[in-house]
């Protein structure tokens, strides 16, 4: 599975920004896929996660009520909404992608196989 990530940039916090991926190479079936983010200094973060067959969704409770995760899977994307973010939001995104395993849900960033280059999203105040 290959990755591209886009949409990064400047955004006023309470604005609002979308972050795409664009998924390609074998078989999407059967994967979940994820957002992660990273600053500087930290280690990366759980965002939110999507399966791909179910649309079933899952995220961190520092995003829930203010970002949505989706798919669309005709076109082989996957996006994250960014709504009323605020500058503790600034980071570099990472889309990443891992097989299913049962209903287990992961937000272990060592747990996902396939990686997708950063794109910088900075909140001003």
């Known amino acids: 599975v290959q990755l591209q990530a886009s949409g990064g940039g400047l955004v006023q916090a309470g604005g609002s920004l979308l972050l795409s991926c664009a998924a390609s190479?074998?078989?999407?079936?059967?994967?979940?896929f994820a957002w992660f983010r990273q600053v500087p200094g930290k280690e990366r973060e759980f965002v939110a996660s999507v399966r791909w067959n179910s649309g079933n969704r899952y995220y961190a409770d520092s995003v829930e009520g203010r970002f949505t995760v989706s798919r669309v899977k005709p076109k082989n994307m996957v996006y994250l909404q960014m709504k009323s973010p605020n500058p503790e939001d600034t980071a570099v995104y990472y889309c990443?992608?891992?097989?299913?395993?049962?209903?287990?849900?992961?937000?272990?960033?060592?747990?996902?196989?396939?990686w997708g280059q950063g794109t910088e999203v900075t909140v001003s105040s």
């Open positions: 190479g074998r078989t999407l079936n059967d994967h979940t």
């Open positions: 990443a992608a891992r097989e299913n395993v049962g209903l287990f849900i992961s937000t272990r960033d060592v747990e996902f196989k396939y």
